[in-house]
Each structure stands twice: as structure tokens, then as C-alpha cells.
């Protein structure tokens, strides 16, 4: 079985209400309407991480069940993910529910997916964010960004904060609803991310100047952080620690 945990949602029983949509839900067939990653060779992992393996935009799966703080889903019977809701939630179980599953699929002729630029939809396609993608579409293929006071409290606000490979950070500013700026931030300076002018570089130190100790470090405390708001599990937090440490 392979995790995929959440950011975005709160624990907590089901409604009776709640309750009788998941039951509904089970063993029916639905669709994706966004990115999410998961890990193969790790038992939990984040789809707000952005690492490993991306399951598509409109890939076909079946609900297999709707409880507690999960969903679990399988598009094939050897392979089943389920999304987790982290402690430092903000919605109801079938609130996440909508934002990641839907009857219709988004990918056929007439679906969401043909809404957005030819340009959004091959940045969809790809998981990427670039410049001039409304917050819809960058829902779409980044997923939604880790909710929290330090990273993104709420989507109706111009700057997001999303978690990525190796603990960096990129942040998606909006204005009149369109990307107008990225920064890839890690280890307390911005690198390159696609296009040379896509960050606006800021003091710091370079790269070359840290040292591999403090390096490491560095991203300790990055997933002390991400740990800390809810973005990943203890398990996730303690297997990079003995990795950073060489333990």
C-alpha cells in the first residue's frame, strides 16, 4: 500500500451526512482533478512534496473507502494510495474529497481541463507552474499548496507555498488572479528555477559558501519545520533525520 498524505484538511468523525456520501462513494469509480505524487519505495509520503511518481490529472481510480482522517483509492487492485489528512487541518473529510476526486472526468472533450490556455494545459500535464497560470490551473497541476500559518493559510491569498523535492520551497505569486512571479528557494537562497529572471535573487548565503555540515542542518531544520506544520508524517521527519545525520 502506498501513502500519500494530505495538508489541507481537518480529523475528525464524519457527519451523518458526511457519513452517507463516503458510503456512497465506495466502490465507485471517479476521477482525479489534480496532480498527486506519491513515493514507491517509501510507505508514507506527501503529494505536496512533490517527489516521485505523479499520478495524473483525470486518471481513472475506485473510492475503496472514506473514513477517519483518510481516502483511499486504487487505479489498479495491486496499487492502493491513500490520502491522510494532517493534524493542522482546515476542511472536512469530503470537503478534500471534492477537491481531488469528481464524477466527471476533467480530461474528456468538454471538461474542465479544455477551460484553461494551451500553455496551462501543457504545464498541467507536466505538474509545472510557470508565468500567466490562474490559481485554478496551478490547483490543477500542482495540487493544493500546504495550508498553515507559515506556508499558504488559505487559497484566496496572492502568495502560496508549496513543498518540493529535498525540502525547498516554491513560492507562487498572483496578481489579478495569473502567476506573475516564482521563487525556488533552498538552503537561504533562490536558485535557478527554468528561466534565469523566474526568481529575484536576495542576500544569503551562496551554495558554495555552506559547508556540508551546516548543509545538512540546514535541512534538518526544513523538516523540523515541514513536521511542525502538519506537512509531514513523525515516520517521514525521523527517516531524513538518519539520513542527514548518518545514522
Given at each position: 500500500m502506498l501513502l500519500v498524505s494530505g495538508c489541507v484538511a481537518k480529523h475528525g468523525g464524519l457527519t451523518s451526512a458526511e457519513a452517507a456520501i463516503a458510503a456512497s462513494a465506495r466502490g465507485q469509480a471517479y476521477y482525479t482533478l489534480a496532480n498527486i505524487w506519491y513515493l514507491e519505495n517509501r510507505p508514507t509520503t506527501s503529494h505536496n512534496l512533490h517527489?516521485?511518481?505523479?499520478?495524473?490529472?483525470?486518471?481513472?481510480?475506485?473510492i475503496k473507502r472514506c473514513s477517519g482522517?483518510?481516502?483511499k483509492f486504487f487505479d489498479n487492485p495491486d496499487t492502493i494510495?491513500?490520502?491522510?489528512?494532517?493534524?493542522?487541518?482546515?476542511?472536512?473529510?469530503?470537503e478534500y474529497f471534492d477537491r481531488y476526486f469528481?464524477?466527471?472526468?476533467?480530461?474528456?472533450?468538454?471538461?474542465?481541463?479544455?477551460?484553461?490556455?494551451?500553455?496551462?494545459q501543457n504545464n498541467i500535464k507536466k505538474g509545472t507552474v510557470d508565468f500567466g497560470m490562474t490559481k485554478a490551473a496551478v490547483l490543477m497541476a500542482h495540487g493544493y499548496p500546504p495550508?498553515?500559518?507559515?506556508?499558504?493559510?488559505?487559497?484566496?491569498?496572492?502568495?502560496?507555498?508549496?513543498?518540493e523535492d529535498g525540502g525547498s520551497e516554491l513560492k507562487v505569486y498572483f496578481e489579478d488572479n495569473k502567476v506573475t512571479k516564482i521563487d525556488d528557494i533552498e538552503l537561504g537562497h533562490i536558485r535557478p528555477f527554468g528561466r534565469?529572471?523566474?526568481?529575484t535573487p536576495r542576500g544569503g548565503k551562496s551554495q558554495a559558501n555552506i559547508s556540508q555540515k551546516d548543509s545538512n542542518a540546514d535541512e534538518l531544520l526544513k523538516y523540523k519545520q515541514l513536521l511542525d506544520n502538519g506537512a509531514?508524517?513523525?515516520e517521514e521527519y525521523e527517516?531524513?533525520?538518519?539520513?542527514?545525520?548518518?545514522l
Open positions: 517527489m516521485g511518481t505523479m499520478i495524473p490529472v483525470g486518471t481513472k481510480v475506485i482522517a483518510q481516502i494510495y491513500t490520502l491522510v489528512l494532517s493534524r493542522k487541518s482546515t476542511i472536512s473529510l469530503m469528481s464524477k466527471e472526468d476533467p480530461m474528456e472533450n468538454g471538461g474542465i481541463f479544455f477551460r484553461f490556455t494551451k500553455a496551462e495550508s498553515g500559518e507559515n506556508w499558504t493559510p488559505n487559497t484566496q491569498k496572492n502568495q502560496w507555498c508549496y513543498i534565469a529572471h523566474r526568481a509531514i508524517t513523525k527517516q531524513k533525520k538518519k539520513q542527514l545525520l548518518g
